[in-house]
């Protein structure tokens, strides 16, 4: 969804999106844990090849992928969540 274009939705429809966005955030952490344990795994086993040593890479790389984008859909939760407080202020 572009940057703005949650803002022409209605209450109930803004909610809907937040437990969508909560849902795809808690398996940004998923991945971010499987990432964790593959990579923590794998160092224990110890690492000689040069496969082993791309693979931890991928593991690393994908787990720091997953949380960056966990922090921005959480800033855009945020706006939501602003934004249905100011409309709900305003109703009083």
């Known amino acids: 969804m572009r940057e703005d274009a949650w ?7 803004l909610e809907r ?10 398996a940004t952490l ?12 794998l160092g224990i ?3 000689e090849t ?6 931890v890479g991928v593991f ?9 984008l966990a922090f921005f859909m959480r800033q855009d939760e945020l706006r939501i969540h602003r934004e ?3 409309r709900r202020q305003s109703r009083l």
């Open 60 to 68: 690393l790389a994908l787990g720091f992928a997953a949380g960056a």
């Open 50 to 55: 040069v496969m082993e040593h791309v693979t």
């Open 17 to 26: 999106l937040l437990i969508e966005r909560w849902l795809l955030r808690g």
């Open 45 to 47: 086993r110890g690492v």
């Open 84 to 86: 249905l407080r100011r």
């Open 30 to 41: 998923v991945v971010i844990l499987l990432s964790a344990i593959a990579a923590t795994w």
């Open 7 to 13: 803002r022409k939705l209605d209450d109930e429809a």
